[in-house]
């Protein structure tokens, strides 16, 4: 189905999601910090990033508004998933250029459809 990047420094968040996005059929790619994710999306420009916000050295938000805003990967959806559950740290990341904000941990479903609506052009 679609290739999907994890930026995520935490191995069980990565190993869940990594879980869920495979049995659905994709293929997933992960990053365990927003310097090595950029790199990697630049690299293999997957359809869709699944973005942490608390990362060590670049966190999250900059790692998205670094990504929106390259020529070479602005077109790639960034759905933000982080434990900050504030409505500031959502429409924070939504003006970095992500395309959605979920609160972790998110249900199978939630994430699901989430990803779905957005490789879906929604």
């Given at each position: 189905?679609?290739?999907i990047l994890i930026i995520?420094?935490?191995p069980t968040d990565t190993?869940?999601?990594t879980t869920t996005l495979?049995?659905?059929g994709h293929e997933v790619l992960s990053a365990?910090?927003?310097e090595d994710g950029v790199e990697l999306c630049k690299?293999?420009?997957p359809d869709l990033v699944l973005m942490d916000v608390i990362l060590p050295g670049m966190n999250g938000f900059q790692a998205t508004r670094a990504l929106s805003r390259d020529e070479s990967t602005s077109d790639i959806p960034i759905i933000i998933v982080s434990t900050k559950n504030m409505e500031t740290d959502r429409v924070w990341g939504m003006r970095q250029g992500a395309k959605d904000y979920i609160v972790k941990p998110p249900s199978e479903r939630e994430?699901?459809?989430r990803v779905n609506a957005l490789l879906a052009g929604e």
């Open positions: 189905m679609a290739r995520d420094d935490s190993r869940v999601f495979e049995k659905h365990g910090s927003a690299k293999e420009h994430l699901m459809s």
